[in-house]
Each structure stands twice: as C-alpha cells, then as structure tokens.
C-alpha cells in the first residue's frame, strides 16, 4: 500500500514560474522525504524534513510540513527546463526501516 | 563503490522464465533495499535487509520472489516462473543503518534493472 499520495498527478508549467507540489500521508512520522526522479533514472533524494519542523529550505526547495493535516508540500521556485521529472513524497514505513512512496507528480517545465 | 549498482539493466525473458537481478550497494551501507515500480507508479516495498539477513520480506508478493544478500554487501532478487505481470523496473537502495553515526533515513537509488516478460 502506498502511505504517501501525491497532487496534481502531473503539472505542466513555464520556464521561470513557480511549481507546488503537495502530497498528503496516513500515519504518524518520524520525518517525510522528498525524491526526484528523471524519466528512466533512478530516485534522488532532494530533503527530509522532520516531523518537528515546519518549514526547511535547500537551494532553489522548499518544503512545509503540517502534521496535524498530514501533509507535504514541495515547492521549486524559478523552475528551469532541467526540473522537468517526476517528484515522490516518502515516509518510514512504520516500525521497519525503509519507506513508503506515494505515486508521484509528473513536473513539465516547457521552456 | 561510488553508487549503487545494478546489473543488468534491461532484461527480456520469456513466460515461465527464471531471473536473477544483481544489486551492488555503496560501501559500507548495512541497509538494503528492493522496489518494484511499474509505469506511472511510485516504487513499491518489496524486501529490506539489515546485514545479512531479512529483517522485512512483508512486500514480496508470492513464493515466486526470493532475495538473498549472504555475506551483507551484494543482494540478488530471484523470480522464478516468471509472468508477464512481472513486467516493471526493478530498484535496488542502500543506506546506512539505523543507529549509526550519519544515519539520516535517506535511501540512494540504484538505475534500476527493467524487466519484460514476453
């Protein structure tokens, strides 16, 4: 089962422009991750934020979390051709190590 | 190595087949794991290994899907009698262990190895 779900399913957007991804899980965490992945690629992980912060920032990404919504949010700010991929939300999959990945937003950055 | 390695990349086999998948992980990462991701998915669980042995297998979805990692560094994922809704990429993670100094939770992803059934 996938704890994790992601919206919009995909978003299509300018060059420049801002891109908002959110993503939406069950059960209490010890912290969510963000990972990207390139058509045909392996994932990358992009941050972990933990479930005492809010808000953590990594270049050009910023992340939010509200555990009493049980959600996630991804922004990519000035988005460039290069973002174009697919970004999953990842939480610990309970008591076992390892996570639980939700189904991914699909991210076009037309140029 | 410098990453995690996967072999082979892309493997075609027919019905009733049987697979081995090859998973090298970074050095020094006591923490693996196996997913499987079919299109338009997110990967899904399927084993995770602390060391040598097992420590969740809860994600294999049948008695056709085994792993081993016998002595805790290289791991390969068996499929026997394969289906074609076996079909999916096949990804493989390491990590740190938990407890460890620099355990931080984040998984590193191999390429993945394909898989077609015919």
């Known amino acids: 089962s996938q704890q994790g779900e992601e919206d919009p399913q995909a978003l299509s957007i300018q060059e420049g422009e801002n891109a908002t991804m959110n993503c939406s899980y069950k059960t209490s965490i010890n912290n969510l991750q963000w990972y990207r992945q390139n058509s045909g690629r392996g994932l990358v992980h992009l941050i972990l934020i933990r479930s005492n912060e809010r808000e953590k920032h990594s270049g050009r990404l910023r992340v939010t979390l509200d555990t009493s919504k049980k959600s996630s949010s991804l922004l990519i700010t000035a988005s460039r051709a290069a973002d174009t991929a697919s970004y999953f939300c990842?939480?610990?999959?309970?008591?076992?190590?390892?996570?639980?990945f939700g189904k991914g937003t699909h991210l076009i950055i037309q140029p | 190595g410098a990453g995690v390695s996967q072999t082979p990349s892309n493997k075609v086999t027919e019905k009733g087949k049987y697979v081995e998948l090859r998973c090298d992980p970074i050095?020094?990462?006591?923490?693996l794991y196996w997913y499987r991701q079919s299109l338009g998915q997110g990967p899904e669980f399927l084993i995770y290994f602390q060391g040598t042995g097992a420590a969740d297998d809860s994600g294999l979805p049948n008695d056709r899907f085994f792993a081993v990692r016998p002595e805790g560094s290289v791991s390969t994922l068996k499929i026997q009698r394969t289906e074609r809704g076996d079909s999916a990429v096949y990804l493989c993670?390491?990590?740190?262990?938990?407890?460890?100094?620099?355990?931080?939770?984040?998984?590193?992803f191999g390429e993945g190895s394909r898989l077609t059934v015919l």
């Open positions: 990842a939480t610990a999959r309970g008591g076992a190590d390892g996570l639980t």
């Open positions: 993670a390491s990590s740190l262990g938990p407890g460890l100094a620099g355990y931080t939770g984040e998984l590193f």
């Open positions: 050095s020094g990462h006591t923490a």
